[in-house]
Structures are given as C-alpha cells and as structure tokens.
C-alpha cells in the first residue's frame, strides 16, 4: 500500500497514506477470502459487511462497495482513516494469520473517496416532514445525527461552540491522518 516517504513526511503535514489507483484496490479486495464467519464484520462496532462491499470492489463496482459500507456507516470516508482497524476488522482479519491483513480501512476510503469524487453521494431520501431540529455540536456524532436526520427529512441546524464546524474531525485529528478537505466535503 503506497505511503508517503519519510524524507517528505518530516516536511509536511499531508495525509500520510497516498491515493490507491482502481487497479490496486482490485487486487487487494481479491485478497479478501469471503470468510462464511466474516470475523471482520464482527470486529467491526458498525458491523459493516466488509465482505459483501469487497466482492462488488473486486468487480469493479466501485460505487456499490461504498454503498455497502453506507449502509451501516454514515462515514466512511472518515471511518476508513481514523478507525483503529489493526484492532478491529483487520486484526481479525483470517489473511492476517498467515499474510498481512487485508488493507480494509484503505479501501473503504478508497471506495467512499471514489463516491465522493463522481458526486454520487446518496441525496435527500424522505420528503420535507416540516420539523426542524437544533443539533448542538457538530463533530462525529452531531454530524451523524443531522445527516440521519435530514435523510428523513427534516430541517437541521447545528450548532457548534468553535468557530468552524467539525469539532474534534476538525480540531482534535491532526491533517496526516485526515485531509481537512474531506472534512469540508462531508460538511457541504
């Protein structure tokens, strides 16, 4: 999985991680077994079917891996790099035993960041209810809370101390882990 060299880390505060071409996502979803168990989706506190999302990958069908993981994660295009995956899916990853893991959380990021760039994001789903909601805060749970919320149609308003929306996505999580470009992408 290509990652930026040491010698350029020490001179920025980029994403760690660089972008993986379709090719090389492809190749590294064929490493996904399709355990029967999935002990990776069991790992998984979203219980994302990791391998249902990386059977359509390995297809080709970039766009419907994200949805895959859209249907238990409202993030994952943050989840897949601030997730500890070592722990989790990849830690109980079955290739682990015996191999590296699959690099899961690098492609559900890869999949999400796809979606993101083709503007395919799933849009409003419910008609307009006429309710209107004041979230307070808008870091990882106020977000998901408003985009749930406004997925079924009501009008949302968050509300955030800080002078910029985020909170600890924008704040607490340094740029090599998360480019504060996707951040504002999420809040657009």
Not at 106 to 134: I, K, M, N
Not at 178 to 188: Q, S, V
Request: net charge negative; aromatic share 4%.
């Amino acid at each position: 999985m290509p990652e930026l060299e040491p010698e350029e880390r020490v001179h920025n505060f980029d994403e760690l991680y660089l972008p993986l071409s379709l090719e090389t996502a492809r190749l590294e979803a064929t490493r996904c077994i399709q355990c029967p168990a999935a002990p990776c989706t069991k790992a998984c506190p979203l219980h994302n079917d990791i391998p249902g999302a990386f059977a359509l990958l390995e297809q080709g069908d970039v766009i419907g891996a994200a949805l895959k993981f859209r249907e238990t994660s409202n993030g994952p295009e943050l989840c897949g790099r601030l997730c500890p995956q070592e722990q989790l899916c990849e830690g109980s990853c079955v290739v682990g035993k015996v191999s590296l893991p699959v690099a899961i959380g690098r492609l559900e990021a890869f999949v999400s960041d796809c979606q993101r760039e083709q503007d395919r994001l799933p849009g409003p789903a419910a008609p307009p209810t006429g309710h209107r909601v004041a979230v307070v805060g808008s870091g990882p749970a106020g977000l998901t809370v408003a985009e749930e919320l406004a997925l079924r149609g009501h009008a949302v308003t968050a509300y955030e101390a800080w002078p910029r929306p985020g909170g600890l996505l924008r704040y607490g999580i340094p740029a090599f882990k998360l480019n504060k470009a996707i951040l504002e992408d999420k809040l657009a």
